[in-house]
């Protein structure tokens, strides 16, 4: 059953009012999507970042969960040889827990070779800031054991009893909704009209002015769906573009005492802690005769993520590779500052908001910031409204951040995407993440696929 993915840009109003009332204590992140942000990575879909989650868990607010999605746009039809970690990648959570741009902690994950075919799972091997490691298999994929099998498997967790650190990596659902191609155009418009950027494509691409009069805003829910249940869309709402496709999820929880600072001004008397998740190859990549690849040499940083947006909507394509390499130091030391500036100056941003923008992801780094005292309660991963970006509490699954993020850039005027929520309802317990998308059974499509354009 499809309905309209409902969007109340008054939510948005209060949401900006509560990022410029907390703002006196200190800045609050924005972050966005960061899939296939760089040329390289569209040649390195192993490598590419999505997005970065950071949370307190809703059932103990002592523990911290952290979620990287890696590898876009993997379609059901293909997951069982397609949902395979590089084993030549160290994927690793960047902790910053004194205040600055610089991580002082480290949670790395190495996999096992990967084949596929559901012929077993990967090993992976968890480090954590205090030395100690664990390992952990990775959830198998599959396409159904017959016909009418679409039953997702279940997200299996592995928890270590001396750490209490929990973890899960597997193919799921992609959590991130957005129209992306109304971003790109709107991003498009900003550099070929600088100052005067189109914001009439949001509403065009949701059919705002559709020939019927629908209106996207129009409360059609029905009724609440389970957890990896579809919620659908409707053709005059906003097209999410990640509808319909599985992603690799790597997620890590921990007690919030293995990331906590010492007590400083700077990191909020040690309750505030920061993320930035990369990805790292080794310096010499090696093609063998039997056709696999094998690294050495030292790790070198191919992509990152704290705050996606500034890489997709902020960086010009010349530097981007350049930024995904960049340490989040260098941010601090304004290394793409004056880039970051004329992005937004072309998107007409003004004097005040470009200041805040800037104390949010240069003055200390591009880093998403988690303040251990803003509580984090609800379902699906939490959702109370004095949580989540606006109130300092990290990045939920289900945060809207892409409104907040280009209302705050279009100077506080309500601006959005029309598509405010995932296709499929997120998980009350740890991973959260909903299970994989599987294939349609018996090969037979409905009218909408899901795959949104």
Do not use: C
């Not at 996207?216 to 957890?227: H, R, W, Y």
């Not at 005769?289 to 890489?311: C, K, S």
């Not at 005040?352 to 800037?358: D, H």
């Not at 998980?427 to 349609?440: D, K, S, Y």
């Amino acid at each position: 059953m499809l309905y309209a993915k409902n969007k109340k840009l008054s939510l948005v109003a209060v949401l900006i009012l509560a990022i410029f009332t907390f703002q006196s204590t200190i800045p609050a992140p924005t972050e966005a999507s960061d899939h296939i942000d760089g040329p390289q990575l569209a040649n390195d879909h192993a490598s590419d970042i999505n997005d970065m989650y950071f949370f307190l868990d809703p059932n103990d607010n002592t523990r911290v969960v952290m979620i990287m999605t890696i590898n876009p746009f993997l379609i059901s039809s293909e997951i069982i040889g397609q949902a395979i970690f590089d084993h030549n990648l160290r994927y690793r959570f960047e902790i910053e827990n004194t205040g600055n741009g610089v991580p002082d902690r480290f949670i790395d994950v190495r996999f096992t070779r990967g084949v596929g075919r559901e012929t077993g799972p990967q090993t992976a091997t968890i480090t954590l800031p205090d030395g100690r490691s664990f390992t952990a298999p990775t959830n198998v994929p599959t396409q159904g054991a017959d016909t009418n099998d679409i039953t997702p498997p279940a997200l299996n967790v592995t928890t270590d009893t001396v750490s209490g650190a929990s973890f899960f990596a597997g193919v799921t659902d992609d959590p991130f909704f957005l129209d992306n191609t109304a971003a790109n155009r709107y991003v498009l418009s900003s550099i070929r009209n600088p100052g005067n950027p189109n914001r009439a494509i949001w509403t065009n691409r949701a059919g705002f002015n559709a020939p019927d009069g629908s209106d996207p805003n129009a409360d059609n829910q029905g009724p609440a769906p389970l957890q990896g249940q579809s919620v659908g869309v409707n053709q005059g709402a906003g097209r999410d573009t990640y509808a319909g496709f599985n992603t690799l999820t790597i997620a890590v929880s921990v007690p919030a005492t293995l990331l906590r600072g010492r007590v400083n001004l700077n990191n909020m008397r040690g309750n505030e802690i920061g993320l930035n998740g990369v990805t790292q190859r080794q310096q010499n990549q090696i093609v063998r005769n039997d056709g696999q690849v094998m690294g050495t040499g030292e790790f070198i940083t191919v992509d990152r993520e704290g705050n996606p947006l500034v890489n997709n909507g902020l960086i010009p394509p010349a530097r981007k590779d350049e930024y995904n390499a960049a340490s989040t130091g260098s941010d601090e030391r304004a290394r793409f500052r004056d880039d970051i500036i004329v992005s937004l100056q072309n998107f007409g941003t003004n004097a005040a908001n470009i200041q805040m923008l800037l104390n949010m992801i240069q003055a200390r780094g591009d880093i998403l910031r988690l303040d251990l005292r803003v509580p984090n309660t609800g379902t699906g991963g939490g959702n109370n409204m004095n949580g989540g970006p606006a109130n300092n509490g990290g990045r939920r699954l289900q945060d809207d951040v892409v409104d907040a993020t280009f209302t705050l850039i279009n100077n506080n005027q309500p601006l959005g995407d029309f598509v405010d929520r995932n296709e499929f309802l997120f998980g009350n317990t740890f991973p959260f993440v909903a299970p994989q998308i599987m294939p349609n059974p018996n090969g037979i499509n409905s009218r909408d696929t899901r795959i949104r354009l």
